[in-house]
Nanobody, 127 residues
Framework: QVQLVESGGDLVQAGGSLRLSCAAS????????MGWYRQAPGKQRELVAS?????????????EYADSVKGRFTISRDNAKNTVYLQMNSLKPEDTAVYYC???????????????WGQGTQVTVSS
């Protein structure tokens, strides 16, 4: 069993900052890509940011951001803690959504990769 637990969601004023955390636990041999998605009421879930580990390739981590958050949000990860973070600065009312963590995890050396999801954390930005 694998669990992803998010934390850090809150109500904040426009222009403020929040830091989301997502910790993966359970049967984990390796984690490849970790990411944050969000879903606002009446809208589809969208990718906010993702980070792919460079540990196995020897290269630096690879990151990707939605255009709407570039320059404001920063994704990072702590491989020793199986945790991914999302630092959100200069928040706007349109950032209001439930934020979900996702991780591509292999449970053991011969196991298949599978994407796991967290339960979501609410971020509300007031104008």
């Amino acid at each position: 069993q694998v669990q992803l637990v998010e934390s850090g969601g809150d109500l904040v004023q426009a222009g403020g900052s929040l830091r989301l955390s997502c910790a993966a636990s359970g049967n984990i041999f390796s984690i490849n890509t970790m990411g944050w998605y969000r879903q606002a009421p009446g809208k589809q879930r969208e990718l906010v940011a993702s980070i792919t580990s460079g540990v196995t390739t020897g290269y630096a981590d690879s990151v990707e951001y939605a255009d709407s958050v570039k320059g404001r949000f920063t994704i990072s990860r702590d491989n020793a803690k199986n945790t991914v973070y999302l630092q959100m600065n200069s928040l706007k009312p349109e950032d209001t959504a439930v934020y979900y963590c996702a991780a591509d995890i292999r449970p053991h050396v011969l196991g298949d990769w599978r994407v796991h999801w967290g339960q979501g954390t609410q971020v509300t930005v007031s104008s």
